[in-house]
């Protein structure tokens, strides 16, 4: 009897669940043959794992006299097609999605009064103008426990990557409020770790394990951004005809405003930003480095 409910089972298998036709043989199978393969052992394992309980229950049934009743095997379910994963090209430098005016434009230019710090560490953006996701990495190093740049400026929606050129293990992280992460610990060797800046606005970043590395990233929301020359000034192309809004930034200094008025022989601006001593700032978990923060 159990033979022939062996047998009656089996027989009811699919052609997949009782042989699978040999796979082409691929050195470097693609994501959509992984993710096939995968569903097809995922269905075959399904269909043997009821064959077994309806041969346990078809044994129950008969040692206690009852009718032996097979219930159908579950329908073979077809692998979903993937989606296509975004490929992001790594660089050492960013490359912002470009503002493409829909009417006017015109340049802006100005001059930025530093106080305490250098003009070269200063950035001017335009904070109005709104425009898409950028895509693309902006690569800050870790080497001599230092981050390298120690200033730097991204579009919203780039990736930053954090590669790590040190013997010793570093732990990058940010509290920074609307970009906040913790890529843990890793060392020289390890593959690199990275973050996505989705929000504008200033990310202070720091090591858990080494209190003197810091850095600080400005995520501007477009394109119309530009670094204030030695001289104090700076030049901004493409900006859409009108009043915007104009932003002054540097490290440890309070951000500056100004409205600007840009005519179609655009427009001209005077900021003066003072810099701060940098504050002291704690690990991640809120605390003082103690003695093993160098």
């Known amino acids: 009897m159990r033979r022939f409910l062996i047998l009656a089972l089996v027989v009811s298998l699919p052609a997949a669940a009782q042989t699978a036709p040999p796979r082409p043989k691929s050195a470097k199978p693609t994501i959509d043959q992984l993710i096939a393969q995968q569903q097809e052992l995922m269905n075959e394992l399904v269909q043997q794992r009821t064959i077994l309980l309806q041969l346990l229950q078809a044994e129950r049934a008969r040692a206690e006299g009852k009718p032996v ?55 001017v953006y335009v904070d109005d103008v709104r425009a898409p996701l950028a895509r693309g990495t902006f690569e800050i190093q870790q080497k001599d426990k230092q981050f390298q740049p120690r200033v730097a400026v991204v579009q919203r929606g780039m990736t930053v990557v954090f590669p790590n050129y040190d013997a010793v293990f570093h732990n990058v992280f940010s509290v920074s409020p609307g970009n906040s992460f913790d890529l843990g610990t890793y060392q020289a060797g390890d593959p690199a770790k990275s973050a996505v800046m989705t929000t504008p606005g200033v990310v202070d970043i720091f090591c858990n394990l080494h209190s003197r590395m810091t850095a600080s990233v400005l995520v501007v929301p477009n394109s119309l951004y530009a670094k204030v020359g030695a001289d104090g000034k700076f030049r901004i192309d493409n900006v859409p005809v009108g009043n915007h809004r104009l932003v002054a930034w540097t490290p440890n200094g309070t951000p500056v405003a100004q409205s600007v008025e840009v005519g179609t022989g655009g427009g001209e601006a005077a900021l003066s ?22």
Do not use: C
Not at 273 to 294: L, M
């Open 273 to 294: 930003i003072e810099v701060a001593e940098r504050a002291t700032h704690t690990n991640k978990y809120g605390q003082p480095y103690g003695s093993y923060g160098d």
């Open 69 to 123: 009743v097979f219930s159908p095997l579950p329908p073979i379910r077809e692998p979903e097609p993937p989606s296509e994963p975004e490929v992001v090209a790594r660089t050492a430098t960013p490359k912002p999605r470009k503002v493409v005016p829909t009417g006017p434009s015109a340049t802006v230019t100005g001059q930025v009064n530093v106080k305490g710090g250098k003009p070269s560490e200063v950035f």
